[in-house]
T-cell receptor, first 114, second 112 residues
Framework: DTAVSQTPKYLVTQMGNDKSIKCEQN?????MYWYKQDSKKFLKIMFS???????INETVPNRFSPKSPDKAHLNLHINSLELGDSAVYFC?????????????FGPGTRLTVT | EDQVTQSPEALRLQEGESSSLNCSYT??????LFWYRQDPGKGPEFLFT???AGEEKEKERLKATLTKKESFLHITAPKPEDSATYLC?????????????FGKGTKLSVKP
């Protein structure tokens, strides 16, 4: 049973395109996150949602828009893709609003923009 | 500014050679410190949460400890399968709940 799943695992696209990444968790957690891991493997939070409400919105270009249809799903839509968007994107989830709780990560989506 | 620094960046050990990884942190107040393991091409795997100085957690060959300024991940008699990147993260009091600040990780290689 996969706890946090993401699709697709790999995404190769051209500059200027729009793409989406989907995430689902079956842990019953109430908070979900999107992280970006750059080429130097540095992991940085982008967004978090608690029960479908946006909690964290770090300094991320407006081209990135998260959407949470329910507390088990958090999708990431990216408009007008740029070369610098190439990275691995991880979805994660945690319980209790994320208050000092361990976060459980998905397998990642490797986005390559050409 | 809240900050996490991990050292060394890379560590090579022989199988059975025990060692420690360091995570130094600077936060206004600590809500929790987290250790993760990340294998190549995979997402970080949650290992431990530590909340207060003096606390210790153990899992198999790994033991995490916490002081007011740093945390150590002790690896006792490591095996090749312990090879991975180990990430440390903190959540600060006053920060948004769930906002983890990660260090850059220590890449551990254990040779047979």
């Amino acid at each position: 049973d996969t706890a946090v799943s993401q699709t697709p695992k790999y995404l190769v696209t051209q500059m200027g395109n729009d793409k989406s990444i989907k995430c689902e968790q079956n842990l019953g957690h109430d908070t979900m996150y999107w992280y970006k891991q750059d080429s130097k493997k540095f992991l940085k939070i982008m967004f978090s949602y608690n029960n479908k409400e946006l909690i964290i919105n770090e300094t991320v270009p407006n081209r990135f828009s998260p959407k949470s249809p329910d507390k088990a799903h958090l999708n990431l839509h990216i408009n007008s893709l740029e070369l610098g968007d190439s990275a691995v994107y991880f979805c994660a989830s945690s319980d209790r609003g994320g208050n000092a709780q361990g976060q459980y990560f998905g397998p990642g989506t490797r986005l390559t923009v050409t | 500014e809240d900050q996490v620094t991990q050292s060394p960046e890379a560590l090579r050990l022989q199988e059975g050679e025990s060692s420690s990884l360091n995570c130094s942190y600077t936060v206004s107040g600590l809500r929790g410190l987290f250790w993760y393991r990340q294998d190549p091409g995979k997402g970080p795997e949650f290992l431990f949460t530590l909340y207060s100085a003096g606390e210790e957690k153990e899992k198999e060959r790994l033991k995490a400890t916490l002081t007011k300024k740093e945390s150590f991940l002790h690896i006792t008699a490591p095996k090749p399968e312990d090879s991975a990147t180990y990430l440390c993260a903190v959540q600060a009091v006053g920060g948004s709940q769930g906002n983890l600040i990660f260090g850059k990780g220590t890449k551990l290689s254990v040779k047979p």
